[in-house]
């Protein structure tokens, strides 16, 4: 019997069949939701396979397009031959255009945790456009993490009735229960700035080096990079350039980041494009304010004014000019900003977000 025939149709109520994850190569946000998801699914009785590189089953998941497509594609047939899960849950371009090349016969989900590529990345854009027209036709459920993917999936000729807007939600706490991690503290009276990222273009950490390069010298304030990725070195090169190494701190990868957005007073999320920001909604769920860009979901999460403050994307003066205005800003009031972020967090609640999937498990 080939891999998933005899799974069509509705789940009953009965044992609760397998499901296999796919994920593209990936270190944060998608990836904490795709382990926090599988996890608690398997909570609730649940086969739950992931695949993906460096994840339990490793799997390699190439660039889009690119090399080695055929290899990635017999492997994913193979796991699919052994494991025969009922359905296919995919995270990513890159994994959704590997799960459509096998021509799977079992039910899909592709859950889109990011905006389309930009248009200054022409190929990438052409690509997920053309993944999209293939997809359309195939029986695929969409998951947008947030109104503004799920837009962008509509206006790319995704049918509405085949796109549910499905934040990844926030888990409280995000790791173990009274984990602590000691972060090298500058004085008192010094605003903690973090950021939880990985270290590409699209996150903008470019631009929010070069606007706290435009504060007044000895501004009280500290950035703190936990994250690693691509642009590591150039981010050195560029605190480095701008004679910021006293008042930089990079961290590296954190598999936990509780301790860290607690130690923090504020988290800055510069990205010239981003899905949702699931680092946004885990500090506010801390209690911390956000910085963020007005770009993608961010403004669904952050309310400007009340909970943090939106600025334009890649805008190194405009984010100059909001952060030295934070800066000046009594305490008291930043504290107040993450009580209203810690309430508006609680929106997005995890369980929530497992129900639904649930749900939707059972309907296909």
């Given at each position: 019997m080939p891999p998933g025939e005899g799974g069509t149709g509705a789940i009953g109520a009965g044992p609760k069949p397998r499901v296999l994850h796919l994920i593209r190569s990936a270190q944060g946000g998608m990836r904490r939701?795709?382990?926090?998801?599988s996890a608690e699914l398997r909570r609730r009785g649940w086969e739950v396979v992931v695949a993906g590189p460096g994840m339990a089953k490793d799997l390699p998941v190439p660039t889009l397009p690119g090399p080695g497509q055929g290899k990635a594609r017999e492997s994913l047939r193979a796991l699919l031959e052994d494991e025969n899960p009922v359905i296919l849950h995919v995270?990513?371009?890159t994994a959704?255009?590997?799960a459509l090349s096998v021509k799977p016969v079992l039910p899909l989900f592709f859950t889109a945790h990011t905006l389309l590529p930009p248009w200054e990345s022409p190929l990438r854009r052409l690509g997920v456009l053309h993944l999209l027209r293939k997809?359309?036709?195939k029986e695929i459920l969409f998951f947008a993490v947030s109104k503004a993917v799920g837009e962008e999936l509509l206006a790319a000729g995704v049918p509405e009735e085949k796109v549910v807007v499905l934040p990844p939600g926030v888990k409280v706490p995000l790791r173990e229960e009274g984990e602590k991690e000691r972060l090298p503290l500058p004085p008192p009276g010094v605003l903690r700035i973090g950021v939880a990222s990985r270290f590409s273009r699209e996150k903008g950490l470019d631009v929010l080096l070069c606007a706290l390069s435009r504060l007044p010298r000895g501004a009280p304030?500290?950035?703190f990079l936990?994250?690693?990725?691509?642009?590591?070195?150039?981010?050195?090169?560029?605190?480095?350039?701008?004679?910021l190494e006293g008042q930089v701190t990079f961290l590296g990868f954190r598999p936990s980041l509780a301790g860290f957005y607690e130690a923090i007073h504020l988290l800055a999320v510069p990205s010239r494009q981003e899905g949702l920001g699931l680092s946004a909604l885990e500090a506010m769920a801390l209690g911390k304010p956000v910085v963020a860009s007005r770009v993608g979901g961010l403004p669904e999460v952050v309310a400007d004014g009340e909970t943090g403050f939106l600025l334009p994307p890649g805008d190194c003066r405009a984010w100059a000019q909001g952060l030295e205005a934070i800066l000046h800003l009594p305490r008291a009031r930043l504290e107040a900003m993450g009580r209203a972020a810690k309430a508006r967090a609680a929106r997005w609640p995890f369980e929530g977000v497992v129900d639904r999937v649930e749900q939707a498990y059972r309907l296909r």
């Open positions: 939701h795709v382990l926090d998801l995270h990513g371009w959704l255009s590997l997809a359309r036709g304030w500290h950035l936990a994250g690693s990725g691509p642009l590591e070195g150039d981010l050195h090169r560029r605190v480095k350039r701008y004679g």
